[in-house]
Each structure stands twice: as C-alpha cells, then as structure tokens.
C-alpha cells in the first residue's frame, strides 16, 4: 500500500548480534583519555570496539593531529549521527578550536615542520566532510570555518590555499546542481500531485482525449527501465543526513533548540515517498480506467511483466509500488477481470515481496542483487533500488529501539556504527549511473498523467464490474453522489 514518512510503530527484529542493550562505561566509571593511533576506524574494520564516548571524547577522535588520521568509516560515522547532538556548524567549529589549540595555530611564529605534516590531514577531513555531506555547507557560517582554518595554516605553505579552493569550487558546483535537481524533484512530485483526481468519471470508457500507459509504451522492459531512471534520480538527490534529520529529536541532555528546529530538511526524501505513491495509484489507475474486461486484464498482465522487468533489474522499490498498486481493494475486488488474466507470474512476485518474516524473501533477492553489484562489470549489473518504505522502517525502528545515549550520558556509538552500515550501504546504491536511454515521452507521462483519488478508484472500479454486497452498494451510491472524480 502508499507509504507514510514515519512508519508506524510495529516490531522490528534487529539484526543479528546488534543488542539494544549496548555495553559502555558503567554509570560513575571515569572515561578513559583519548587514544592515539586509529582507534576508530577500527570500530568499523573490525567490529565495534567503540560501543560508547562521550560526544566530547568522539569529536576528539575526529580531529587529525601531525601523527593521526581517523579512518575513513569513522568520519562517516561520526558525521552522520553527530547532527543528532550538535549542529554540523557547532561541531565544525569546535573541531576548529581544537585544532587551534592541539597545533597552536594562534602562535607566532608557527612550528612550520609540525604544520606541513598535519596540514594534509586536515585538508583530507574538509574535503571528506563537503564530499559526503555538501548540504552542511549551505551555511554561510561553514565556510567561514573553513576558510579561517586555511588562513592559519597557509603560511606555512601556500598550496593549502590552492587546495581548499579547489574543495570550495567543487563544493559550490554540487551545491548548485543539488539545487536545481531538488528543486526539479520537487517540483514534479507537487505539480503530479496538484494535477491528481482531474481524471472525469466514466460509465463505458474514458475520455478520448485520455492517453492510457499502453498507447506510450507498449514494452514492459522498456517501461521498467525508465521507472529505473527515476527511482535513481530520486536516489541522487537524498543526503546520508535526511535518514538521521527525518528522526532527528531533542537531545535530553541539549538545554538549547533541537538541532534542527522546526524545520527538517528531508524534502527529497519525501519527494522520494510521493513518487511510490504516485506509482501506486497510477497502476490502479490504469487497470481500473479501460471500460472493457479483456482491456483491464491485457493492463493486469503487462503490470505483472513490468514488475517482473523491475526485479530482474534490482529495481525494488518500484517493483512493491506496482504490487501495491494491483493489490489495492478497487483493483483487487475486480474478480471477473482478474479471472481473464494470466497471473501465475504475479502470484510468484506476491511471494517474493511477502512481509512474512521481516520480509525474509525480499531481504534474500536484496542481498543477492547487492552481491550482483559488488562483482558487476557493468552498470546494468551494479544497480540496487531497495524497498525505500522497509529501509526506512529499518532505520526508525533501530532509531526508536536503541537508545541515543547510555545512562551515564555516553553517546551509544555502536548504534550509530549500525546506522552508519545501513546508510552507507544506500549510498553505494544511490551512485549507480542508470545505463538505459531515456525516453522523455514516457518519463513524462510517468510524472504528469492524472490519477484517480482512492474514491475516484472506487467509483470507476464499482462503474466496471457493479458491487457484490450491500457495503459495497451503500459505498457505490454515497460516491455518485457527491459527484467524486
């Protein structure tokens, strides 16, 4: 069925090994000092051995020094799940200020030798930080950080200059592009939405003037391939930090605002939320609109190839939105139609995405199209579209289940090591560069043909195959009285 931003509260199994209840410094214990040397990359590596800090001892471990470099995995960690605690541009500036005073930048002269051996590594953090999450620099006062930092070290060798600059053009030209495709993502999903219900009530047929899918595209690979270019155009467009910021709550022990107020910048995401939607109501849509039997059922089977097109492809979540459409009650109760189309293949696909088990046989064929991208040779092969709904209810189950922080205020790290694995993995994903050619004619209609209502739906269903019971009759009547469309 249509997906919510936040998914209800149901049960979640964790993944195996991770415990809700996450070992740390008992309450009263003292935290030990930081280490030297790459502690924590090693909690990825090689399992969790950082299970839990405090915020100040993490920010601690992400700062480089002349002799120490955190590994890559941890500063995605860290970065990640740190907005939960600290905004990006508090944080930076608290990174600022330890940097100062561990390689005493406000000294004059400076120590020219120990500033060309942690210039480097400080450069590599920035770089890392804009590279993975650009959205953080939308702030003026991010950059201004940064540029302070360049200005204290520079003299030591101008090439820092050359280099951050470089990071700061390339920053602003993802900034820019990031813009104008959420703003086009945006935009599409809005102006379906807007356009929705427009779609007049029929008795024998449509309007002539309505196109129907099969008179744009006949072709279910075809079709399959351009739902894969838009389910990887959304993909492009989602941040790491929409999956913390879409449950980002106060931190108890934050005596200021939450860190990201009122306003969570999770539009692409939900833009993402609307297209599933879209999907699903346009495949009933479709099924529900032809005025013949054997026209419906011709519907039915295409949809049934084009899903089965979309799993050969890794395509998940457009596979369950097509599912979801066809098993919506105004499609599913249409049982002389149903009768006349072959679905042997649907019924197969039904098994594949079924919820049993945690949805044991989806999280089966993901692994395994997971396993497909990581030996791909090509980019047909590398492409991975998960069920967007269940990784979202993976992530705000582990978010609800596991608690931010321990007892003795400690940040529960290994929480967020799982989060990080999770996000990560979807970013891998969302880089795939959709090899099919685009088809602007049926990209176009995907985004801008009408759709019914779920009342629109009821009341062209009940027009083709008349209601069965008397609630279906009492619907029927309520419907063609108020007229709905």
Known sequence: ???????????????SGFSPHLAGTEPGEEEEAPQEGPVPGACMADGPLITSASLETLIQNLVPTADYYPEKPYVFTFLLSARLFIPPPELLSRVCELCIKQQQLDQSPLDAAKVRKFGPKLLQLLKEWTETFPSDFREEKMVGHLEDLIHRIAPCDEAYWKTMNQVLQK???????????????????LTASSISDKLASFKAKPPP???????????????AQQLTHVELEHLGHIGPEEFVQAFVQKDPLDTTQPCFSDHKKTSNLEAYVRWFNRLCYLVATEICMPGKKKQRAQVIEFFIDVAR????????????AIISGMNMSPVSRLKKTWGKAKTAKFFILEHQMDPTG????????????????????SSRERIVIPFFSLLIKDIYFLNEGCANRLPNGHVNF???????????????????ECPFEQDRTILHYLHTAPIFSEDGLYLASYESESPENQVEKDRWKALRTKGVH
């Open 309 to 320: 097109e979309c799993f050969n492809i890794g395509n998940f979540n457009s596979l369950m």
């Open 209 to 223: 003037i309505q196109k129907d899918m099969l008179a744009i595209c006949n072709d279910p690979y075809t079709l």
């Open 1 to 15: 069925m249509p997906q919510t931003t936040c998914p209800p509260g149901t049960m979640f199994t964790p993944p």
């Open 414 to 432: 290994e929480k967020f090591v799982e989060l990080a694995r999770q996000v990560g993995e979807f970013m891998t994903w969302k880089q795939v």
């Open 358 to 377: 945690n949805f044991y046989n989806y999280r089966t064929a993901l692994r395994g199209a997971a396993h497909r991208s990581q030996t791909a040779n």
């Open 171 to 189: 920053l602003n030209q993802k900034l820019a592009l990031m813009s104008q495709g959420e703003d086009s993502v945006v935009r599409l999903s």
